[in-house]
């Protein structure tokens, strides 16, 4: 990646090692490292997978996110955030693994990858090529100006409060299921 610094996040709830993958420590990268935080969890796991969920704190994910220049990930949450805050994205999900658990059709992915300046690379052949056009769009103020104005789409920041939304939707779903019973 020449000038690059890589820092490995792995999911707070991966669990063991996949079938046939190696221990990140079992290898010597250059210009890669395990974000610190979660490398008690990571070598845990690898010891003896629990499946345990480990519970980062936000504030540490949102000033991982704030300091890098860019995330690319599989399928996941971390790329509406950084989005949020203007950082270019790449959506790394290799033919391999589509339907596995999860797929790029299921609807917020879909809408995801729709979205113009996001960067995709749905296979192994294409991830070089992505990285570049990624690397090619840290520093660009259009562009995140662009990426935190699509990421409105996914989530809202003004009116009620998640907490408050989500209740007033339970209590939608409860009283609709109340008024077909009773009808």
Sequence with gaps: LGGCHVLYRPHPWRGGLGEGEEDFFAHSWNGVSMDPH???????????????????????????????DAVISPLSTMLVEAMTLGKPILVFFPQEYHDMELSTDEVHFADLIAVPDVNVSLNSGEFTAAVERLKGQIGDS??????????????????????????????????????????
Excluded at 45 to 64: F, H, K, Q, W
């Design 38 to 68: 979660m490398e008690e969890y990571y070598k845990a796991e690898v010891a003896n997978p629990t499946g345990r969920v480990c519970m980062i704190d936000y504030a540490v994910s949102n000033m991982l996110l704030t300091l890098v």
């Design 142 to 183: 259009s562009l995140s100006e662009r990426l935190r104005e699509s990421s409105r789409f996914f989530h809202v920041l003004d009116g009620p409060t998640y907490a408050e939304r989500l209740d007033a939707l339970v209590a939608s779903v409860y009283a609709e299921k109340r008024n077909r019973v009773q009808a």
